[in-house]
Every structure is written in structure tokens, then in C-alpha cells.
């Protein structure tokens, strides 16, 4: 593939920081980048789902196609997977390869800017609906890129009051823009007390964990009604004690674990809602910039900017 | 509970008209009308959930609570219904009493006229949320007020290309409005084939049959794809030929009846819904009149007029 | 209900231990027993669904009905439940008082010492039957009387390996008994490692967590295969740390806190597997003894014993 | 692969007969047969999951891989299928050869005879586990072999009573054998009538529709209970007349196409309660015979002997 837009992702930036993570897990020297979209160059002699000129994305998540996972069409938790941008050499460069079942041909009509983001917007559809969204009340923990976009994805898809938690000003003021209802500071204020307050002491029916952080975690759990899902995407980096009794069992909660995108039911979700305009992403982008002034968009998204930095190994939109 | 608005539902043409069914049916007096919201005017002794001057609809459909289905959680399909307004006396009239578990106490912010038809919204709902929904393309068969509605429904719920059928010309004017993205005339032209072509060959993921019609039914399924959901809501009044190999069995389709709606997990949804005000069913309110001038309303609506009538026992609104 | 044989619960023996849980919860004076059967003494008035004479069981959780959870048919977690035998006078007594919709009429074909067991049966079969289970492996942590019926519930409904862990050599016995394939001791043998080889690496399909116990509940998880469920009915008495990256989250897995049994879902399925003789659990039940008898019961209890004692009120079985 | 066993389908006996739908079809010359057994003589150089020696069967449905089915994880009705032994060259031969993907790896503790006929087990297993069986009642419409297959995955996986019927005495004394509760003869009584009785005017649950002949479909639709499902996978050769109004709309029915066999994952729960010895098939296979006396057994399966006739074209076993 010739990449036309490569986006950040914070897993990137971990890499970047060489933190102890990245250090067990990276084997340089690799390329970064999984998030981009770009045009096919060249197709292998046996290709037959794409050719030269075809505008694409795909899934960076190889999988070995022989496990029981793999079997049971839950490629995206593979037991062999290996990642292109982490495992192989990926997308922040003029070309990328890709294995042709990976490759995930785009409708022109989604804007290149969009089409760079997929997979990031994936784990967003992947988790609002991994569960029911239509007619749901939903806190969204974490207003990090995903985290925004699972507001607009749960907006698109009918749910009814969405709350969201976010320490960071600059984060809730974006929360907003993504159409959520009810946006709270937990640094502030008691946003368990209020959540429930609002709802007449019930609780939401739907919490999409998109920070990592414990305290959110639990705070989350405590604000979902009896019955409710639980669907969590943001990575904590340590054990995280949980009141198992009274946030689990008592209530006859669901919880999920989320990762990755499915392969490929979200994708088919995602294009059709951006086909038919669903989704509003515009507040989301910063910046754009050519390939090689990579430190200073690394140095932005470091300095604690929301929203996604578009790099281009290939020439800036005009 | 006292009348404030009472709407005219098919089912009131069909007794109205003293049809084969309605003969043998209903047993008169009667007094009919089973789509209305209220205000409780007086609560039984052990009356908990709802007190005097409460803001009101119902679940007309009475289950017995002991039989089979009514012990798994499926009391709309209750082996012993009884519904007030067919089996006993309804809501066109100035008062109606009603058993205090099918009493739905209603959110002060939706719209009395919106209250007025949460019967057949809630037929809207119950159809369109009984299977995926989000980035589902879609065909309505039949845009009748139910098929209107699940147009609307359909819509805020995260489906992409919603696709309508209807011959009534004036109907498919109101299709548009409701957020039909293709309306087609089958009689003008050749349905199935425009949808196969607009969705590459493939068909709908959903198709929601409103219509009853044998014809569109037949229709409906040609244009669904393999693995789609058909949710058949429309009353055919006579047996239906249906070509089960190609497109049933051969398809792995999957065909939902419906009937009513579920008790009371759609009147949650729908309730949801309507408070987020993510549902716009303006278009479809025709006339009001006073009670005591039901004949002309139900003489429009038997000359074909689309939308619905709402009836006032207790005096217009202002 | 005039009361023929009452069983004691885990939780009846907590009250009597008079533990910090049972002071904040209980008001004496109240009657224990909350697993009964009987035969209708008197039935009120407007009570259709059952008359004197018949051979009954109860659900003793009333729900209130108008609550959240109660519109949406999760009963069994209701924001307002009362607990007969806890909350008012139950079982353990010549006579007990049921409200109509919470009696459960049997099939006298169905044995008497297994109809006064039905509570804990119907919490086991709520948690097989919270997912898929025909084909699935299994581990059952924890081996007291409903993690053994658990065991007998999995193998009827065509699970196919079943591991069970416990600790105690009596009730390692039992498991063996109830049908299981692998059974290991946690504090003798690595049973992860034990259970991850004989499943090739890639661990269970589902595990119904059934002591409560903290290393337990972190063991089962470790167990379960990456897309598994986890199911928790087991009650921690503590705050429980989890590792939620790689247990959960990078496992997309499926965790679902299981609380009472579904009203009536789960007597429905209860009732079916017993009346087709799918289930022998006769190797649960230790001894027999009139009610007034009942301190050397729970002294036999509190001693370890496993398995269940049944208590007649009304005199002993022939 | 080297082929052990093949077993002749209902299929082959259509192309044999060279009817109508094997004209329109099938291009000689082709080597039918696509259900089998046997071992890898020679893996192709990028094959990983297989070896040569392995003990194997087949999935014998191609599919393309990019089409929207295939995507969306439903390959089983892809739209481009190819299959081998009908539109490639299949297993009655001594050799076939098959795409890695779609070769499945067998535990040797499966017997040989099993291992052969995976494919109409598949599709039994398919239906039976298309929706809730644990606890339910069930009425298999037709016991060919694939009916008589579901009957025995239906006891495994936990069903309570299990009805069929069927107008041949041969048959309905296998599916006694395979564990029938009770076994009818539509063409003697009032099958529908007795069904109705028996389970207290309710109906049965699940449908499984094994024999595609309008008259049973009919009735098992009036068999199936108010709620219940009906799994759909006998082919009938023409349209069928359905009172939809009252078999599947009023009665909130769901009805299922069923084709082939999930692409694994009924390979997954099939191996599983295959190797956990849920399954007795033994009833069901009749001669054994060289591949060169096709022609005999041929004679006798179209003389309406049941059961499954092996053919060996490598050696008879010992």
C-alpha cells in the first residue's frame, strides 16, 4: 500500500517513551504505525478481492487462522496474533505490506482523514455495540480519541442520556462536541452520587471503561444499575481490586472484556455508519503534518493534546 | 384514568366496518379504543406504583401471569390475553379502567399527542430493536402509521440505508419525511431489483413487513440478503405462499413474528427514546377532533388518509 | 403452604453463626427456611393459579414489580426485593405464607426431597444456563452443594469436559460422584497448569465460579480460554483484585455476576430437566431429621459435612 | 488426502437419480461424494496446521472470503460457495484433494466410522444448536438420518421431551433407538392433536424441520408453541403455503434457515461432544461396502433402507 494519511495511536507513544512495555514487547529496529489509510500499489499474483488504485485501510491484527479462537470466528483474540506496526513494519512510511485478507477496501466516499483512523474507531464501534445500545442510558469513563468516539457511535446508535468522566478540561470540553448529555469532572465532583441522582437512583445501563484507571473502574461499576454491561477497553497497568459482590454478582452485571475490532463484523459496522453519514468525527483531528516532522507531533500528543495527529509519508492533502 | 387523547388504530377500521374478524371477535356493547394517554383520576386501595393526577398510558393486553409464557417473560404472547378496548371497555370514552400493572406512568416531557400513540410505537420498536439494528441496512415493506414509525425508529437507532415500499402515493410522501433514504412504488417499478442493485448485489440486513400484503411479503424476502432478519409485523388475511428453500433455508434467514409489544422491556425503550427526543413523529399527526365527532374521523381515515386521528373525550387541547 | 421438607442454605448458617452479615441484615424475631416444599393448606380469594391441595414449591424472592429491573423482566433483580425466610417468616415451620405469583406448582412426579431443593438447584441452573454450554468445557471452582448440582446441570446439557477444583477431600468425593471428568485439588497440584495442558494449552470455555474464594476466582480466570465466560456466583467476602489486562480485557472475555434465579425462566428449565429424569442428584442428600431436631442438623453443617440436610416439620417421610 | 471412508448422501442419490436439479447443476465429469474421512498424504509447502499422516475430515463448502457473508463471519452461506463433490471433484475416489482452510484435524479417539459422516452431523448439530435446547421440549419433523442425528444431539445437549415423527416404520424404530420420547406416525393419527396433549395444550418449544415435505412443515408449525423456535432444514421441492398469521406472527415465533454447517464453529461442538462420548450414533449405520460395489448401495438407499452406507475406497477395515 502507498500510505496517503498514518494517525498516532497511544500505544505509539508508549513505544516512543520506551517504557518497560514496550521494552518486553518491541524487537527494533521495526517501523511503527497501525492507523492509516493509503492506496494499493501492487497486489500479489493470487489476489483477487483488490487491485492497484483501490483506496483501502485494514486490520493490523494477522491472525493464524488454525486456533480455537480462529475456529470459532473470534479471530481478533487469536492465540498467534501478530500486530503490523509492532510485531512487523508498519505504516509510518511511504509503503506499507499487507497480507490481502487484512485489506479492507473503502467506498471513496469516506473522507481520507476518517479512513485514517479505523482502527481506533473500530475499538469504539467494537465496544458501544457489543451489547445493547438502542433506548440506553451510558457513562463513558475516559474522553481519550476512543473514548470520544464511542460518544458519537452510541449518539448514532440511539442511545438516550450519555454521561461521560474526564479529569482533563480540554478533553470534557470535546466530550461536548461529541454530542454527550451530561459531562462530569470526578477530580470535582461526586460523579457516582450524580449519575445516579440523574437516573432516579438507578444507574446506567451501559458503561464503556475507555481510561485504564482504577478509580474509574470502580467509580464506573458503582454507577451501573443491576443488570447493566459493562464493557471494558481502557488498559489499567495494574491489578485493580473490584467489589465483586455488591458491583458483580448482587447485580447481575455483564461485564467484557474488549479488544481489538472483530474481524471483520465491526468493520462492516463502521463503514456503514460512516457511508450513510452517522457519525460526525470533525472535532477529533488537530493537526497534520508531513511524515518527517514526527517528534513535534509526538512531542503534542506527550504535552497531553486530545485528538488525533494525521502524519503524511507521502505529500499533505491539499 | 381520564381520556385526554384517544388515537383511531386500524384494528377500530376493521370494527368499525363489522368485518368477518370483528363478527367474530367482538362480543357488543363494547366501548372500543385501545391507544389513548390519561391522567389516573383515582388508584385502587393496594395501589403502589402510580397515585391520582399521575400523567399516564397502558398496555391494554392483560396476561394471566401463570401460564407458560407468561413464566418465561413473554406475557405479550400470554396463552390468556384479554385487551381492553376489543375484550373489554376502552379509551374512547371520557374514563377507562385499567389493572394497575398495565398502567405506564409517562415522563411529563413527552408530548401529550406523542403519549397518545404509544401502542403502535411501541409495535414500531418492538419490531425494529428485535434484532441488530446499527449500521443495518434496511427495507420497511408497507408505510402505513406502524411502518411510518419504524421508518423513525429505524433511523435513530443507527441504521444506514433505510429502504420503503408503498403503492399509496401519499404515503410515500410522508415515508420521506419520516427518513426513508429510497422510497420505491412496486408497482411502478421493480422493487427488488433496485434494492439488489443499490446494496451490490447483496440485499437488506433487515427487512421490517408492515404490510400484510402477500405480494410484498413475497418481495421482501427476495430482497433480503443470506443471514438477513425478516421481522414480520403486517397481518396477511390469508394464507402465505412462501418459496422456503431460496429464500428461507438456503438464505440461513432468520424470520421473527411480532406481535404487540414486549412488557414491558419496549415501553422502557421506547419511553428512552422519546425522552432523548431522538424520535421526530410529527409528520404523522393528521387531525384532532372531539370525540363526539368520531364518524368523520373514521370515515378519513377508511378513504385512505395517512397518519393518525386523535380523538378528545375530555375537550380539545388548546 | 403447610410445609412437608425444608432444606438448610449456606446463608441459614451464617444467621445462626449470628456473623456481622446477620446482624445488619436480620430483625428478629423471624422465622429461617427459604427451601421448602409443601402442599397448599388455604388459598386466598382471587388466587386462580393454584388451590389446596397441590404440591408446591416457592421462589421466595418478591419483587415489587414496578421498579426498573422488575419492567424490564429481570425480577430476580429487583431494586425492592424481599426475601421470605430473611426478611419474613419462612420455612422452617409448620406452615409458611406465599404470595400466588411466587408458587411454583410441581409435577408430583417430581421426588419430594429433590422439590425441597429447588432454590439452590434453580441458582445452578441459572449459572450453566447464563451462556452456551452443550460442547463446552468447564471448570466448577468451588465444590459445595451448588457448584456439585452445577456439575450434574453441565453434563445434561451436553458439556463435554467438566474439571472441578476444591479443596476438601469429602467433597472431592462428591464431585466425582456428580459426574465430573477432572477433579483437582488447588492446594496440592498447579491446577491451572493442570487444566491449561489437558486443554492444549488454550483453557476452558466457561467457568462457573462457585466458592466465593478470592485465590479461587483469580485461578478460574486464569484458566479461561481467551472469548470465555466467566460466571460468578460464589460470594467474596472481601474486595477481590483482579487482573483485568490479561484476564479480562486482552481475553475479551465474557464475565456475568449471577444472583437468584431468573423468575421464571429458570423454574421453567428446572422443572424440564427434572421431569425428563435428566439429573441425579441423589448423591447430595446426607440425612433426614424433624424440624425439631434442627441444632444437631446445623452443628453437622458448621462441622464441614457436605451435601444437604432436610428438615419435616410436619413429620418424616415414610 | 487419502480417503478411508465416504458416505454416500441424500445428494449423491439426486445426482445418481440425474433429476432435474442435477442437470441444472452438476457439469461432468465430476467425482461426487463429500462426505468422508481419511489421512493427509501430502500437505502443499505453506500449509502449517496440518500434516502429512493426520487423521482428518473436511468442511467440503469453499468459500470466497471477501464477499459481505464471509466477512461478517457467516461463510457457510457465502455467496460465492464452490463444493467439492458437486462442483469439484470430491471423496469416492482414493484421493481428494482440499484446501487447508477447510481441512479438519480429528482427535484419533473418534472412530472412523464417526469421522466419515461429520458433515450430516454437522448439519444436525447445526439446528439443534441454533438456539436454547437445554430443557426444552422438541419435535423432529423427519428421521432420515439427519433427523435421527438431531434426536441424539438434542438428548445430549439437555432437552426434555423429544417428539418425532415420521410415516416410515424403519425409521421410526431407529429414532427410537436414538432415544425418541415419543415417536409418532403423522399418516395414523393426529400428530399435532397428540402433541398439543401431551405438553398441556402448549406446544413444543423447538421445531426441527428434517424432512421438507409442505404437509409436516405445516403441521410442526402448528406443533410449535406460542415463543418457540423453528429451526428449518429439510429442502422442500416447492412453495409452501404458510398461515402466517397465526404459526409465526400472533404466536411472536422465530423461524430459522438452516444450511451446511457454521464454518467452524459446529465442527468445534460436534468434535467436543464427539470426543466427550455424548453421542451414540451406532444405530445408524447400516453396510459397509468397497468402493467398487457402488452400485449396490446406491440400490439399496434409493429402496428407502435408513441409515448411512459406508464406502471404502482404500481397503475395507479390519
Known amino acids: 500500500m502507498r500510505v496517503k494519511a498514518a494517525s498516532i495511536c497511544g500505544t505509539d507513544l508508549h513505544i516512543y517513551g520506551w517504557d518497560r512495555w514496550s521494552q518486553g514487547r518491541i524487537r527494533p529496529p521495526v517501523t511503527l504505525g497501525h492507523e492509516f489509510c493509503g492506496v494499493v500499489e501492487r497486489a500479489g499474483e493470487k489476489v483477487a478481492a483488490v487491485m492497484a488504485g483501490d483506496f483501502v485501510s485494514a486490520e493490523m491484527h494477522i491472525n493464524c487462522g488454525h486456533c480455537h479462537q480462529c475456529r470459532l470466528g473470534e479471530a ?5 496474533l501478530r500486530i503490523i506496526g509492532i510485531d512487523e513494519d508498519g505504516a509510518f512510511a511511504e509503503f506499507v505490506k499487507i497480507p ?8 471513496p466516499a469516506i473522507p481520507e482523514h476518517y479512513a485514517a483512523i479505523l482502527d481506533p474507531l473500530g475499538n469504539a464501534v467494537h465496544t458501544v455495540l457489543a451489547g445493547a445500545i438502542a433506548g440506553q442510558t451510558v457513562l463513558v469513563t475516559g474522553c481519550g480519541p476512543i473514548g470520544l468516539m464511542a ?3 452510541a449518539k448514532a446508535c440511539g442511545s438516550s442520556t450519555v454521561f461521560a468522566t474526564e479529569t482533563n478540561e480540554h478533553r470534557r470540553a470535546m466530550a461536548k462536541k ?21 437516573t432516579g437512583g438507578t444507574g446506567v445501563d451501559v ?3 475507555m481510561s485504564g484507571n482504577p478509580t474509574a473502574i470502580q467509580q464506573g461499576f458503582k454507577a451501573l444499575r443491576a443488570g447493566g454491561r459493562a464493557s471494558l477497553l481502557g488498559i489499567p497497568t495494574e491489578s485493580v481490586p473490584l467489589d465483586l459482590v455488591n458491583d458483580v454478582i448482587f447485580k447481575g452485571a455483564t461485564v467484557q ?3 481489538g475490532r472483530r474481524m471483520f463484523q465491526t468493520w462492516v459496522q463502521m463503514t456503514a ?28 500528543l506527550q504535552g497531553g493534546l486530545a485528538g488525533k495527529i494525521l502524519l503524511y509519508p507521502n505529500g499533505l492533502p491539499r
Open 273 to 300: 455508519l460512516l457511508k450513510a453519514g452517522r457519525l460526525n468525527l470533525d472535532p477529533l483531528f488537530g493537526e497534520r503534518a508531513a511524515l518527517e516532522k514526527f517528534e513535534e507531533a509526538f512531542a503534542r
Open 76 to 80: 481478533h483474540i487469536c492465540q498467534n
Open 207 to 209: 458503561l464503556l471503561e
Open 178 to 198: 461529541m454530542g454527550t448529555d451530561v459531562i462530569l469532572n470526578p477530580a470535582a465532583e461526586n460523579a457516582v452520587a450524580r449519575i445516579l441522582a440523574e
Open 151 to 153: 460518544i458519537a457511535v
Open 100 to 107: 490481502a485478507a487484512n485489506i479492507w477496501r473503502l467506498d
Open 257 to 259: 472484556g474488549i479488544y
